[in-house]
């Protein structure tokens, strides 16, 4: 072989790791994604409530009130205006950070609505930090163990936990442990214990579908040539599976992760409304039964705004596990 | 006289986009202003490595994408000034064997019916006459006439890449692109299949645009060869004469590179190598885009592009040193 | 393929959804009563089998007398109803949405994912209940309508995916080239391919659906009466859990049961229709699962020619001394399987060949020959199910076969490395080149901290030519070319100077050029370090200019071995001549006619008894259909299996 190996090649020259926007350029295009997003789903609901057949200020009235009355309710709120106006209205409101007032306990919606969001976000996150201690160790262990009793007895609890209705573990829990045993508190948020009969209940759908979306992660990754070098190379077992490949099923997992929060948030409703937690799906559903519509609207518009940004976060996760977008792989 | 198939100053960049808004953030020309001319009933064969834009010049011959500037000449035409109508019309007469016959088949039709496919989008003759034409060439290309009812993945590689080929030549065209058509078929069958092209090229007269990395392959094809590199063509010229004495140290540098049964036996270690790979980095300044790896590379090559010019009657070569390459660069001698 | 479908989980499930559908289409006769007839005397009974319990009404009533069994069969009809019709109407709208956006990409793709965007981003069962809350009437209608307005989004982001795959795929482009229209393309040749996964997805979104359903029942916003739902139901049981356990139970139980049923009928179609989805444990063929603790080959004893020398078959601590014969390598005998759908599958049969240290052997084969299963045993890193079933192998004098994995890993890495054909897949693209050589060194080398091994890993990379180690080793593989890549393989295996490299198809991936500057490379370092090299190619021409012997397979069997410069001027085997035929011509500067042998390499569950390569043979005589050719050892390091040859006329061929 000729000369000595610096003058040999070119190879490993100005082409390794040139930076080309990188994390930042990732995250503001999803920022810019995301603002889309809220805006599109502003739209959406107003329209959509809106454009729903039923007259909100009839509904809202006894059956055979008088026209006048009607009509002066429908003035009270708004409705008579053609819908562009109360369109413009609405947004022209929303950009001072004003949601409408609650047709019926005259409000601020806004106020009404982030006094009840932190009691469910905490039940979020417990229930998202629930399922994934659970799901991520059972998902890498079904894996290890694939085709193996370990593997099918953990893939049959997740069919059968995926079947289960949320409700109905909510509301047998409530009877096993909080009317029958006493364990734990059934009613709204009074300190840790209450947490963990709702926590369970959100999180038991959950962690089914999270540990069959990490064992096919891994599996995938398992199938791959890098691993095969990494055991041409003499690396434990262990080591494999929680390093080479974990790392590499953890990108695609977070993106899921992130969609899950949206499956926690709806599933909160029903949850709240078992446990009477005093989140907003609680408040949202005390207010469709009122046909209160601001509320119900801005409900929607702030969980929908929370879930686009916990997404974002997501997005700005990714972007730093994975290589190629942190160091903007050339296209 | 009037070749087949002209190409024309051909160029073709795609834009490169990077940043949020995903704005365009400079292009990468994958064909640099390639002319040749393919003569009715020969075989061109079109040499290089991975990136050097064959395939891309392949797309643009068939019409597949639009060229950035330059002209494919088809019987004097261009097909890309044609309307839909007419483009669709016009593709019966060039057709596309390509590498891979898995995936170039789709999965869930049978043979006969993927072979019936052409007739059927040109809507010629009817269902009997589509089916009988169907099988007739199935056995011209020397399959038994009951896989016309198998699934492609019922078949051997071989036998995948014959039905590619019978699809090809249902709508009888003058010009046939293959594009790596036995890279990826086992040593024993390849030449089962270039025999088939060859046959078929004489008795059908067909004209064949023929292109690989495979040196081998291509040099058993083809009556004139032309070497590609970083999207441009550096030399060109008839196949045996152009493997005899290259007239371009990238040729050489090729055709050194091919490892050989005859030199069984330890490598011969006092020979250069070829140093470094392609760069597009180089291609931005001026100068000769292969100067980072050239052994002739002199003080003229960093400043002066050499365009492919005519260095012998039949031999054009975009070297300042063309001539001297078979002196200076007699290549390795075989044991 | 259809035999998978029937296991019993899967017909258990398909049991369950014929019982929904037979409950929807014949509620009025299947139930005992009618479900909205109203009985206040018999509020509140018990099942029948409790005490208070009355026989007519098996499972209960619930607060208002009403049958609670014929409650559920109604409530069936329901859920089955609505689901099935939200789906139909979703999977219609989704896949199509879906389709194109994935096929014409661009602005329409754009526009489909915001929308999905969107979509995704409502708490839909928020915006269901204030749309059907709002609307006063609560008809079927409806609730179909916002559940299939609500799941189009899943099925069109699945089908988007395999759509974007798809249109990349060589069979699309042709499809264009023969002068088809985009609509032809997407729906004869896209849309055949992603029917099976979109059949799948809608499966599993009828259990989904299924489940919404009862929870907006459940939420106050079912189906108006006359309808039933299994959701209002379990709400009125709710309210009355204290004195009507039955009411909880049994609806909820129904809602589990009929969506556990629909999920274990996704899951089997998934099996059959879509195995990529994964949804299931099913040990499909070929599949890696090689974390067990131990490889046990049921190995039959060899005819062992030579015996291994005394004591080196113990656990030596530190590196074996080469064994007696002066072996570095000794397979005898291999005989690898995979057990299949279809039954066992030999890969390989009856190999056996030697390398001495330092020595340079190569095997040439092509698809199906086994020499890449011959490799991948030497380390144990089959794919399980595959197991190496008889024979041995021996490194050093040390038997490998069935040694316990952790001694295994020492020798893994350490004293037999191994490089693979594609660099651009062989590195973990999430850890740095630098790590992933250091790993190498900490592993193997005793007492080497992470900084050394970091040196360490720097020199290897230097010495490999690349010529900026420092900064290569701090990039991740995608950064660095496919040449670089291969170099950093062959780095990583030679970190810790083993003594043998088994090198499968190296450069097959690489340009011809760079393929000559690694081989060259290569040649260096092995011999400045004094490695064995096993190198495997189909190409014989890469092995004849690297190797010293040669070992020729086909079908999984050996059918000639020998010194490489003999074996390439005087083959004996016809396929080895076959194939050195072949190299020669596209060598050679002169054009003619290809020699060619008919037929195509064998499938390996297939194989006809007798020389497996007498088919395509055309020295084939009778005994060759019908008796395998022994291998024969012709001269010292020479054998050939091929009954050409036979024992009595050693060194000349019998007939040619």
């Given amino acids: ?239 494999i599976l929680l390093l080479h490949a974990f790392k590499n099923a953890a990108i695609p997992l977070v993106t899921v992760l992130g969609l899950q929060v949206g499956f926690v948030l709806g599933g909160a409703f029903v949850v709240e409304l078992i446990f009477n937690w005093p989140g907003v799906g609680l408040l949202a559903l005390e207010a469709i039964k009122t046909r209160d519509f601001p509320v119900v609207q801005g409900v929607v518009i702030v969980v929908a705004t929370v879930f686009v940004c916990v997404n974002l976060l997501v997005d700005v996760v990714y972007a730093f596990l994975n290589p190629r977008v942190r160091l903007g792989a050339e296209s | 006289m009037d070749a087949l198939l002209r190409v024309d100053n051909l160029r073709k960049d795609y834009p490169v986009r990077s940043g949020a808004l995903r704005r365009a953030a400079g292009t990468i020309r994958a064909v640099d202003g390639v002319s040749l001319e393919v003569e009715q009933g020969a075989t061109f064969g079109l040499l290089g490595e991975s990136g050097c834009g064959k395939s891309t010049l392949a797309r643009l011959v068939l019409a597949l994408e639009p060229p950035t500037s330059g002209r494919v000449l088809f019987r004097g035409r261009d097909p890309h000034a044609l309307d839909r109508g007419a483009l669709k019309a016009w593709r019966r007469q060039v057709q596309l064997v390509s590498q891979d016959p898995a995936s170039a088949l789709p999965a869930r039709m049978r043979v006969g019916r993927i072979v019936e496919e052409p007739l059927r989008v040109h809507r010629i003759g009817a269902a009997p006459e589509r089916r009988a034409h169907a099988a007739e060439l199935l056995t011209q290309v020397g399959l038994q006439p009951r896989h016309v009812a198998s699934y492609q993945h019922q078949l051997s590689g071989g036998q995948r890449q014959r039905v590619v080929i019978a699809r090809a030549l249902a709508l009888e065209p003058a010009l046939v692109v293959c594009d790596e058509p036995v890279s990826a078929l086992d040593v024993s069958v390849q030449a089962q299949v270039l025999n088939l092209l060859r046959s078929l090229q004489e008795r059908l007269g067909l004209t064949y645009l023929f292109i690989s990395h495979d040196l081998g392959v291509v040099r058993h094809m083809a009556d004139v060869i032309g070497v590609m590199y970083l999207g441009a063509l550096v030399e060109r010229g008839p196949a045996a004469v152009v493997y005899a004495e290259p007239l371009h140290p990238y040729t050489r540098i090729l055709l050194d590179a091919v490892p050989s049964v005859r030199r069984a036996g330890r490598r011969d270690r006092a020979a250069q190598p070829a140093a470094g790979e392609p760069s597009r980095a180089a291609l931005g300044e001026r100068g000769c885009p292969f100067r980072p790896r050239c052994p002739l590379a002199g003080e003229r090559c960093e400043v002066e592009r050499p365009p492919l010019r005519r260095v012998a009657p039949d031999r054009w070569a975009a070297c300042h040193y063309a001539e001297e390459v078979p002196l200076r660069l007699p290549g390795r001698t075989v044991a | 393929m259809p035999r998978r479908l029937v296991r019993p989980s899967v017909l258990a499930g398909a049991a369950i959804l014929l019982l929904l559908v037979v409950c929807a289409l014949g509620a009025q006769w299947i139930a005992p009563h009618d479900p909205h007839a109203i009985r206040t005397p018999l509020r509140f009974l018990p099942p029948a089998w409790q005490e208070g319990g009355q026989a007519p009404y098996p499972l209960g009533t619930d607060q208002l007398g009403r049958d609670l069994l014929s409650r559920l069969v109604y409530g069936a009809r329901t859920s089955l109803v609505i689901a099935a019709a939200a789906v139909a109407l979703s999977a219609t709208a989704g896949v199509l949405l879906g389709l194109a956006a994935g096929y014409f990409r661009g602005p329409m793709d754009a526009l489909v994912m915001r929308l999905a965007d969107v979509q995704l981003a409502f708490p839909f069962i928020l915006l269901a209940l204030a749309i059907l809350a709002v609307s006063g009437e609560k008809t079927a209608l409806r609730i179909i309508v916002v559940l299939a307005v609500a799941d189009w989004v899943v099925h069109a982001r699945v089908i988007r995916g395999r759509v974007l795959v798809e249109r990349e795929r060589e069979y699309v482009r042709a499809a264009r080239a023969l002068g088809a229209s985009h609509a032809r393309v997407m729906l004869l040749y896209v849309l055949p391919v992603i029917l099976p996964t979109a059949i799948v997805i809608a499966t599993l979104e009828l259990a989904v659906l299924m489940l919404v359903e009862s929870i907006l029942a459940f939420l106050g916003l079912g189906i108006d009466p006359p309808g039933v739902s299994w959701g209002t139901i379990l709400a009125d049981g709710r309210v009355n859990v204290a004195i009507a356990w039955w009411m909880l139970a049994f609806p909820g139980a129904a809602i589990f049961l009929a969506v556990l049923g629909v999920n274990l009928l ?391």
């Fill in chain 1, 1 to 239: 072989m000729a000369a000595t190996p610096v003058e040999a090649t070119t190879a490993g020259g100005p082409e390794v790791g040139r930076r080309r926007g990188g994390v930042g350029a990732f995250v503001l295009q999803r920022l810019l994604q995301a603002l889309l997003v809220i805006f599109g789903v502003t739209c959406v609901t107003f329209f959509v409530l809106r454009l729903v057949p039923g007259d909100p200020a009839r509904l809202m009235l006894p059956p055979g009130t008088g026209e006048d009355v009607v009509a002066g309710l429908r003035e009270q709120l708004g409705t008579d205006q053609p819908l562009p106006v109360q369109f413009v209205r609405f947004l022209g409101g929303l950009l001072h950070g004003d949601l409408g007032s609650s047709f019926r306990q005259s409000r601020p919606v806004l106020q009404l609505v982030v006094d009840a969001v932190p009691a469910t976000l905490a039940l979020a996150a417990t229930t998202m930090l629930l399922a994934v201690g659970v799901a991520i160790p059972l998902g890498i262990l079904a894996a290890a163990r694939s085709g193996r009793l370990a593997d099918r007895s953990i893939l049959a609890l997740s069919l059968v936990g995926q079947s289960l209705p949320s409700f109905w573990i909510g509301v047998l829990l409530v009877l096993l442990f909080s009317v029958q045993r006493q364990w734990f508190p059934a009613i709204g948020n009074t300190g840790p214990a209450s947490y963990v009969l709702p926590t369970i209940t959100l999180a038991a759908v959950l962690v089914a579908q999270l540990v069959r979306t990490v064992r096919q992660g891994m599996l995938e990754v398992l199938q791959e040539d890098y691993i095969r070098t990494a055991r041409a190379k003499g690396v434990p077992a262990r080591k």
């Fill in chain 3, 266 to 656: 996704a899951d089997g179609l998934a099996d059959v229709l879509d195995p990529r989805l994964k949804l299931t444990g099913r040990y499909t063929r070929w599949r890696r699962s090689w974390l067990r603790r131990r490889s046990v080959p049921t190995a039959t004893p060899v005819r062992d020619l030579t015996p291994p020398p005394e004591g080196s078959g113990g656990e030596p601590q530190g590196r074996a001394a080469v064994g007696q014969e002066g072996t570095l390598l000794a397979v005898r005998g291999l005989r690898v399987e995979f057990p299949t759908d279809d039954g066992v599958v030999t890969a390989v049969r009856d190999v056996s060949f030697a390398l001495a240290p330092r020595g340079r052997l190569g095997i040439v084969g092509e698809s199906g020959s086994g020499k890449t299963v011959t490799a991948l045993s030497v380390i144990g890193l089959l794919d399980a199910p595959g197991r190496v079933t008889a024979g041995s192998i021996r490194f050093k004098g040390r038997e490998l076969v069935g040694l316990p994995e952790r001694q295994l890993n020492r020798v893994r890495g350490g004293e037999v490395a191994m490089i693979f054909q594609d660099p651009g897949t062989s590195l973990n693209p999430t850890l740095k080149i630098g790590y992933q050589v250091a790993e190498a060194v900490t592993l193997h080398r005793q007492g080497v901290g992470r900084e050394a091994a970091r040196e360490q890993a720097v020199e290897a990379l230097r010495l490999v030519s690349i010529r900026d180690p420092r900064r290569v080793a701090d990039a991740y593989p995608f950064q660095i070319s496919g040449g670089m890549q291969q170099r950093t393989m062959i780095a990583m295996a030679l970190s810790c100077s083993p003594d043998l490299l088994i090198a499968d198809e190296p450069t097959t991936a690489l340009d011809v050029t760079t393929q000559d500057q690694i081989l060259r490379e290569l040649d260096a370092l092995v011999d400045r370090l004094g490695t064995g090299v096993i190198l495997i190619s189909h190409d014989l021409s890469v092995v004849a200019e690297f190797t010293d012997h040669t070992v020729v397979m086909y079908a999984g069997t050996v059918c000639e071995t020998g010194p490489t410069g003999a074996l390439v001027r005087d083959p004996k085997h016809p396929y080895t001549q076959a194939l050195l035929a072949a190299a020669e011509e596209l060598d050679v500067t002169e054009r003619g006619r290809l020699g060619i042998i008919p037929g195509d390499p064998p499938d390996p569950r297939e194989r006809p008894p007798g020389c497996p390569f007498a088919p395509r043979c055309p020295q084939a005589m009778e005994v060759c259909r019908v008796q395998e050719p022994a291998p024969l050892r012709l001269a010292d390091d020479v054998t050939v299996a091929c009954h050409l040859y036979r024992e009595e006329t050693v060194g000349r061929p019998a007939a040619r």
